[in-house]
């Protein structure tokens, strides 16, 4: 079983994030509860602590999870240790854009915690790569910043790269893009934040 969780407030249509499967276990996070209900998107259940709901008297209708507003985790936090307890195949939907960019950072280290995780919205998917080869087939932007100092080999990129020792904060991997269909990431050491951008 898939579980996919939304968080924050999220704008685009579902069919420009995702594809639901019948089968997915929906999570909403908090405000991502309104945005559900009025796309007719089916929710097993809510978390957070409700204080920036709209439609809060439907919640009895729904299994939920109550925070108390005074905590130690974010909302989101919760909602992925929970989703974790269901599944490996985990997809984090929202939590990128917004004005509150101290979320989006405490989104990215839950990486840290589930490197499995994947993160997306309409204009970006971030997930964590480790050592191997990691085949890419994205036809828009890919970036790569070490989540530990990282050893990498590019290939079937537009700016290849040859056993590079890539360290945290070095920016050189931002906007790459594959030069045909299929590009190939060569980690020796490390793991990798993976950003791919629509263009």
């Not at 994947?118 to 790569?129: F, T």
């Not at 990129?157 to 790459?176: A, E, G, H, R, V």
């Not at 045909?180 to 629509?198: M, P, Q, R």
């Amino acid at each position: 079983m898939r579980v996919v969780v939304f968080a924050g407030q999220i704008t685009a249509k579902l069919n420009k994030i995702i594809t639901l499967k019948e089968s997915d276990y929906v999570i909403a996070v908090d405000l991502a509860f309104d945005y559900l209900l009025e796309n007719n998107i089916k929710v097993d259940l809510v978390v957070g602590d409700f204080d920036s709901l709209i439609n809060k008297e439907l919640l009895k209708d729904f299994k939920t999870l109550k925070l108390d507003p005074i905590k130690d985790e974010t909302d989101t936090y919760i909602a992925i240790k929970e989703a974790f307890k269901i599944s490996d195949e985990v997809i984090l939907i929202g939590g990128i854009k917004g004005p509150r960019i101290e979320h989006f950072i405490a989104n990215l280290y839950l990486l840290d915690k589930y490197p499995s995780l994947v993160i997306i919205d309409e204009d970006s998917k971030i997930s964590l790569i480790d050592k191997g080869e990691n085949i890419i087939t994205s036809k828009g932007y890919i970036s790569l910043f070490a989540h530990s100092n990282s050893r990498i080999t590019l290939k079937g990129f537009k700016y290849p790269l040859d056993k590079y020792n890539l360290s945290k904060y070095d920016p050189l991997c931002i906007s790459n893009e594959l030069t045909g269909s299929v590009g190939v990431i060569e980690i020796d050491k490390g793991s990798c934040f993976l950003i791919e951008t629509k263009k």
